[in-house]
């Protein structure tokens, strides 16, 4: 079990520009989510997808942001035309098989962005 | 949505037993309660879950009155170590909040 692992840990990026994120869940875990969080927040849920399939989105996750999980194991998170608000750890998150109430989810260590 | 409230901040000394109380006032039928660690420019790590009454593990334990409208975690003896912010997390997936937290610091 090597854990939760997301790349880039950080990136700086110009206003405009598309970023995207990689995030590697826990072997077999089939639940996958994305949060953001700025400082002095908790965690903002973005999605959360099951296996391939993306079951809940946020009214967070404008139609500049879009993610992906394309084979149910990793998962890759884009931003469009980013913008300075942008600016945020983006954190992701898996679980294992079982019954969704009672959900662990396993943090990686987030991917920090900065939009100049 | 079930939202959640914790204080702010919290100070406590080595060696003491903290208690952290969340309020969650509109919890579903079918939602847990999930406390999580968050240390800077790390992910939360999960602390300890429960449904109602009473849970205890290695790290802490979590009391659950029967309303269950609130939750408290309980940090037996703490260390300088446990200076972190806690979250605690009602529901699941797309149906949860994580709130702004506590900061708990530890002074020696």
């Known amino acids: 079990d090597t854990g939760v692992s997301q790349d880039p840990r950080h990136k700086i990026t110009k206003r405009g520009q598309n970023v995207t994120f990689r995030c590697d869940p826990i072997?077999?875990?089939?639940?996958l989510y994305w949060y953001r969080q700025t400082l002095g927040q908790g965690p903002e849920f973005l999605t959360y997808?099951?296996?391939?399939?993306?079951?809940?989105k946020s009214r967070l996750l404008s139609d500049r942001f879009s993610a992906e999980r394309p084979k149910g194991s990793f998962s890759t998170l884009e931003i469009q035309r980013t913008e300075q608000g942008d600016s945020a750890m983006y954190l992701c998150?898996?679980?294992?098989?079982?019954?969704?109430?009672?959900?662990?989810?396993?943090f990686g260590p987030g991917t920090r962005l900065t939009v100049l | 949505l079930a939202k959640t409230t914790q204080p702010i901040s919290m100070d406590s000394y080595e060696g003491q037993e903290v208690n952290i109380t969340c309020s969650h006032n509109?919890?579903?039928?079918?939602?847990?309660i999930t406390w999580y660690q968050q240390f800077p420019s790390q992910g939360p790590r999960f602390i300890i879950q429960?449904?109602?009454t009473k849970v205890t593990n290695e790290v802490a334990s979590l009391f659950i009155p029967a309303d269950r409208k609130s939750s408290t975690l309980s940090l037996p003896r703490v260390s300088l170590s446990d200076t972190a912010v806690y979250y605690c997390?009602?529901?699941?997936?797309?149906?949860?909040?994580f709130g702004d937290g506590t900061t708990l610091t530890v002074k020696p």
């Open positions: 429960g449904y109602k």
């Open positions: 509109n919890i579903a039928t079918n939602d847990y």
């Open positions: 997390l009602v529901g699941f997936a797309g149906k949860s909040t």
């Open positions: 072997s077999e875990h089939n639940r």
């Open positions: 997808f099951q296996n391939e399939a993306q079951l809940e």
């Open positions: 998150a898996s679980s294992p098989r079982g019954v969704a109430s009672t959900d662990t989810q396993y």
